[in-house]
């Protein structure tokens, strides 16, 4: 488990805290949303806040954290995708375990996703 989130989404606010105290009581950490629209925002902040700790991971412990993170988010828009090669070629942690099992499959998983590939993941 150790600090996983999960998304709790309901129209009725008291299931989303009574569910998400109990969560966050298992050791859970916890995004709330109270409808579909708002529970999608969360999934993309999500994801983003994932590319910003990517980017600005500075240890060989962390970056294979966040990898192992990234590596659960099913889907990716071309941009984002775009944007994880460039954080791989900025971030010299990335570019130096590119070779490791978990950190090379998550990017050939990105790259056999891609239709057309940019600069950035040509380099990679």
């Known amino acids: ?17 009574s569910i998400s105290e109990l969560l966050k009581y298992e050791g859970y950490q916890v995004v709330k949303a109270y409808d579909g629209m708002e529970a999608l925002d969360a999934l993309e902040r999500e994801k983003i ?24 988010v099913d889907s990716w828009t071309n941009e984002q995708k775009d944007t994880l090669f460039e954080i791989a070629l900025r971030n010299s942690q990335i570019l130096y375990i590119l070779g490791d099992t978990d950190v090379s499959r998550f990017y050939q998983k990105l790259l056999k996703s891609t239709k ?3 600069e950035a993941a040509q380099k990679i």
Request: no cysteine; glycine share 4%; net charge negative.
């Open 1 to 17: 488990m150790d600090g996983e989130t999960i998304l709790v989404v309901d129209d009725n606010k008291e299931i989303v805290y």
């Open 49 to 72: 806040d994932l590319m910003i700790e990517l980017e600005n991971s500075s240890s060989f412990a962390g970056t294979h954290s966040v990898i192992s993170k990234l590596q659960k």
């Open 116 to 118: 057309s590939l940019s």
